[in-house]
């Protein structure tokens, strides 16, 4: 950075005078605001008067046929960018007070929308009808709620079948102590699961463990079952590998092993 700059920069810091300021900053601010004011005027009416054109201009014929998309792009805008900044403009002639106004949005919190999906969505499981205010941020809640569901009804199968699982290899190594005893492998960032589906369907099966734990009241009898549960994912884990290994002639291709 140019230190002539910079000294400059600090003078014009050191010598800042707050009245002087405001006498400097106020016109400024009327010309920004009116400038503003102006530009929306303009998009406005040129949104207006396209949409009651069937969305499209044509001046001389021959000539291209021009849309309010067009518009947006001719004057350095695009489209969504405009009518995002139109929607809580209202020009005079159409404004109760007479006056250009800019309406103040009432932002829900994340909480309050999702609690209104959630009420939507269960009035549309009752009755199989869109209730009023339906939303694309309702129907995505409601498939990830939907996806949600699955992963654990698949988890819960899961853990139900790893307890009833029956060996089919004989590793000659165990695999799942010496993964255990490698330094680094409780950093479970390093081997994040790339597939988003997978990292679903591995969270809903640690959820679904946990949950069949603690419905175990006696702390003995919860004991045990983790101990079984451990044994039976050891048994899964070694057989898994060593399958693996006999299809790799012998290698093991596994990063964690590595």
């Known amino acids: 950075m140019n230190e002539l700059r910079i000294a400059d920069w600090e003078i014009a810091v050191s010598s800042w005078d707050y009245d002087t300021a405001v006498e400097r900053a106020r016109p400024l601010v009327h010309r920004w605001t009116q400038a503003n004011i102006d530009l929306y005027r303009e998009l406005y009416l040129a949104r207006e008067a396209l949409s009651r054109r069937g969305g499209s201009y044509k001046h001389i014929e021959g000539e291209p046929v021009k849309t309010w998309s067009d518009f947006c792009e ?8 405009v009518n995002a900044r139109l929607k809580n403009f209202v020009p005079a002639e159409l404004s109760e007070t007479g006056t250009d106004t800019f309406l103040i949005e009432n932002k829900k919190s994340k909480t309050d929308r999702m609690a209104e999906s959630l009420v939507r969505i269960q009035e549309y499981k009752k009755t199989g009808m869109y209730p009023e205010g339906w939303c694309d941020e309702d129907e995505a809640l409601m498939r990830r709620m939907e996806a949600e569901d699955r992963a654990a009804r698949t988890a819960h199968d899961a853990v139900i079948n790893l307890l009833k699982y029956k060996r089919r290899f004989r590793p000659s190594r165990d695999y799942f102590t010496e993964m255990l005893s490698r330094e680094g492998i409780r950093e479970i960032s390093k081997f994040k699961i790339e597939d988003s589906r997978l990292r679903n369907a591995q969270r809903a099966a640690g959820d679904s463990v946990a949950q069949f734990l603690y419905e175990i009241d006696d702390l003995n009898e919860r004991a045990k079952a983790a101990a079984n549960l451990v044994v039976r994912l050891k ?20 990063e964690v092993m590595e």
Do not use: F
């Open 74 to 81: 001719e004057i350095g805008y695009t489209r969504r960018a």
């Open 235 to 254: 048994d899964v884990i070694n057989d898994s590998i060593e399958e693996a290994v006999q299809a790799a002639g012998g290698t093991v291709p596994y």
